[in-house]
T-cell receptor, first 115, second 112 residues
């Protein structure tokens, strides 16, 4: 079946601009996660949704980052006033319920480059 | 502070031999541990997991060992195959907290 889909696969933007990254989870998966991976690092947790609500947003680095999941399916990660340090691969993952005993299925990521 | 540590950035192993990847953690509240494998330009894929009530879990060529007293886990791959060349991430979560924390990864090279 279809896996987690992330669009776009690549995004180049200028410093100071606004970007939106989209994630389509696996159908029926109630839990959705955003991670960020910088070069040479492991995935860094950003935010986790259970249904429509953010269950844990403790990983969002600052108030320029915001994520929504209005209908409990597709999610959008929004970054305002982008900075060069935001350049990374943004990974989305979904699972059937919470991650406990239910592994995350990742998309291929969106590579964001801020120039 | 790194709660999940993979101290070997890379590892090379001869095809057919055993690959052992190590992981240490600092948070004693972690009770579920996972290994993910990642190929270039793809997202990580789930490999194997273990809960803290066990000390070993096996799935085909892959076995994960957990030593809670040492806060250490390892992934054994035997026999190693060329397709096993990838980056391996150790990860952990804490009970009802569904946030999964990842290590920095170990790049495994399987040599012909």
């Amino acid at each position: 079946g279809a896996g987690v889909s992330q669009t776009p696969s690549n995004k180049v933007t200028e410093k100071g601009k606004y970007v939106e990254l989209r994630c389509d989870p696996i159908s029926g998966h109630t839990a959705l996660y955003w991670y960020r991976q910088s070069l040479g690092q492991g995935p860094e947790f950003l935010i986790y949704f259970q249904g429509t609500g953010a269950a844990d947003d403790s990983g969002l680095p600052n108030d320029r980052f915001f994520a929504v999941r209005p209908e409990g399916s597709v999610s959008t990660l929004k970054i305002q006033r982008t900075e060069r340090g935001d350049s990374a691969v943004y990974l989305c993952a979904s699972s059937l319920r919470g991650s406990y005993n239910s592994p995350l299925h990742f998309g291929n990521g969106t590579r964001l480059t801020v120039t | 502070d790194q709660q999940v540590k993979q101290n070997s950035p890379s590892l090379s192993v001869q095809e057919g031999r055993i690959s052992i990847l190590n992981c240490d953690y600092t948070n004693s509240m972690f009770d579920y541990f996972l290994w993910y494998k990642k190929y270039p330009a793809e997202g990580p894929t789930f490999l194997i997991s273990i809960s803290s009530i066990k000390d070993k879990n096996e799935d085909g060529r892959f076995t994960v060992f957990l030593n809670k007293s040492a806060k250490h886990l390892s992934l054994h791959i035997v026999p190693s195959q060329p397709g096993d060349s990838a980056v391996y991430f150790c990860a952990a979560s804490e009970g009802r907290d569904d946030k999964i924390i990842f290590g920095k990864g170990t790049r495994l090279h399987i040599l012909p």
